[in-house]
């Protein structure tokens, strides 16, 4: 049974930061593509960051130059270091594990039960 298993999110002020971890069991890490993203009350579910398998990155223009997403094979973790958090940022957090990956979400077939993040101003 795969689970993934987000921690790290919490209320921040403008301007701050938070490191999101989430740990995965249950399949073979390497193995897949680990995506992050968020969803804010009454909007769509988002594309934030991904790491492939090869360790390449991409991430939505949203978080370039202040969110780095990361991985450790060896601990089945892939993290979210966001930084200069704003108050947009606000949602709660998703990480999420496929084959194929990518920046949509059909790309992925499993998730987490997602981490609050909120940014105060």
């Known amino acids: 049974q795969v689970q993934l298993v987000e921690s790290g999110g919490g209320l921040v002020q403008a301007g701050g930061s938070l490191r999101l971890s989430c740990a995965a069991s249950?399949?073979?890490?390497?193995?897949?593509?680990m995506g992050w993203f968020r969803q804010a009350p009454g909007k769509e579910r988002e594309f934030v960051a991904v790491?492939?398998?090869?360790?390449?990155?991409d991430y939505a223009d949203s978080a370039k130059g202040r969110f780095t997403i990361s991985r450790d094979n060896a601990k089945n973790t892939v993290y979210l270091e966001m930084n200069s958090l704003k108050a947009e940022d606000t949602a709660v957090y998703y990480c999420?594990?496929?084959?194929?990956?990518?920046?949509?979400?059909?790309?992925?077939?499993?998730w987490g039960q997602g981490t609050q993040v909120t940014v105060s101003t």
């Open positions: 790491i492939r398998q090869s360790g390449q990155t």
């Open positions: 999420a594990a496929g084959w194929i990956g990518g920046l949509r979400l059909a790309g992925y077939a499993y």
């Open positions: 249950g399949l073979t890490f390497g193995n897949y593509c």
